[in-house]
């Protein structure tokens, strides 16, 4: 059959691919769906539903307010997964041209749109109930809390879908926001930086000053070991001057004869007396010293 000068296929044959879910209707009713089916239609009276299987990464830009009022725009995405297209299927329209398998319409992009739109919904949350500069460095912590959220969430089942993944990869302020930021946390690096430098030069100095006390009290320590060594040689010198004083005197009491000694004797007595508390002097004592006798007592 020919229609102005091109010719109609009147019959067709479709194949799906092993990850690709495919309904074919014949006048609005179902005929034949699964994976990767394949079969003979009908142009004008037959109709082709198409829903990917495999997983899809869709990435994602929005922007939002921190809880101190500024702007920041985050980068992202998220990666799912159809697992009951017929669920899929009943919600949106994935019809196709059998012969270049392209979508007949933009439906079919709705169901990636409404898994964005509950992203947002779930960080928003988190965004503004956060500071910027908080913000600004969790990335990590707002994708496992916003994925989280979107496992519990009722509206992920109804979708037919598997949630695999939420992401945000990037997370920035304005750039006049961004360039302060920038400058601010140059200067608190390198007011870091100028800290650990004088507590390198304190700890140094700490270091020498315990150096020099203990070097210090090491020569206290040798200095005081010197004076008792002098001392202790000092009074060994006194001890011998004091033996060699007494045995000198007594080299003079061997040359002194008995009335010279006794004349010493009643020297000392005298030269002591104050020192004396009793003295007993008996008639024996007087005649022992006067005849130079050993007195009887």
């Known amino acids: ?31 034949k769906q699964g994976t990767g089916i394949s079969g003979i239609y009908l142009p004008f009276r037959t109709s082709i539903e198409l829903v990917s299987v495999s997983a899809d990464d869709q990435g994602f830009v929005f922007k ?14 998220f990666v799912y997964r159809i697992t009951q297209p017929e669920i899929a299927l009943g919600l949106y329209n ?10 007949q319409g933009e439906d079919y992009m709705k169901l990636p749109q409404n898994i964005q739109q509950l992203v947002h919904a779930e960080a928003r949350k988190i965004i503004q109930a956060e500071p910027l500069e908080k913000l600004i460095v969790m990335n990590e912590t ?9 496992k519990k969430s009722e509206l992920v089942p109804q979708w037919g879908i598997n949630l695999q993944m939420v992401y945000f990869s990037n997370i920035m302020p304005k750039p006049e926001i961004a ?5 601010t946390y140059r200067e608190g690096l390198l007011q870091k930086e100028d800290e650990a430098s004088y507590g390198r030069r304190a700890l ?6 315990a150096i020099r006390e203990n070097e210090m009290a090491t020569e206290i320590g040798i200095e005081e070991k010197r004076k008792a060594l002098v001392g202790l040689q000092a009074e060994n010198i006194m001890s011998e ?12 009491f061997k040359e002194m004869g008995a009335e010279e000694l006794r004349a010493l004797a009643l020297l000392r007595i005298g030269e002591n007396a104050a020192r004396i508390s009793h003295l007993s002097i008996t008639p024996d004592l007087i005649t022992a010293l006067k005849e130079g006798v050993k007195p009887n007592y």
């Open 179 to 183: 360039k302060a930021l920038e400058a």
């Open 1 to 31: 059959m020919q229609n102005g000068g091109k010719k109609m296929s009147v019959i067709g044959y479709f194949k799906a691919e092993p990850n690709e879910f495919a309904r074919m209707s014949v006048n609005g009713q179902v005929k």
């Open 94 to 103: 994935f019809s196709i041209d059998p012969g270049t398998k392209e979508y």
């Open 204 to 209: 140094g100095v700490e270091k020498e000053r």
């Open 142 to 150: 707002l994708s496992n809390e916003v994925y989280n959220a979107m």
């Open 64 to 77: 939002e307010m921190s809880s101190d009022k500024q702007e920041i725009t985050l980068q992202g995405g």
């Open 241 to 252: 001057a004091k033996a060699d004083a007494k045995r000198l005197e007594l080299e003079i």
